[in-house]
Nanobody, 118 residues
């Protein structure tokens, strides 16, 4: 089992910055990739950033150049630094971890809400 706990959400003005954290624990040796997703009101959940165990990181086109994903192996924590936030970033952000094959299990945190005001 893998447990994920997000933190750092809140209210921020448009153009501002916010950093989200996700603390991972449990059977971390099974983790193949970790990333961030967001779900805006009335929208489907979408990928924001994802990093595989080989170090490759991908970003959604809408956040490239403004969001940065990073990790701290010592504390098993990943971060999402969000700069120049736009109102369309208002959403619940969730941390995700995927396990290696053959199980290919997806683990999710409870999410942290980000509200960007105009």
């Amino acid at each position: 089992q893998v447990q994920l706990v997000e933190s750092g959400g809140g209210l921020v003005e448009a153009g501002g910055s916010l950093t989200l954290s996700c603390a991972a624990s449990g059977s971390l040796h099974r983790v193949y990739a970790m990333g961030w997703y967001r779900q805006a009101p009335g929208e489907q959940r979408e990928l924001v950033a994802s990093s595989r165990s080989d170090g490759d990181t991908t970003y959604a086109s809408s956040v490239k150049g403004r969001f940065t994903s990073s990790r701290d192996d010592a504390t098993n924590t990943i971060y999402l630094q969000m700069n120049r936030l736009k109102p369309d970033a208002t959403a619940v952000f969730s941390c995700n971890a995927d396990s290696f094959p053959p199980d290919c299990l997806a683990y999710w945190g409870q999410g942290t809400k980000v509200t960007v005001s105009s």
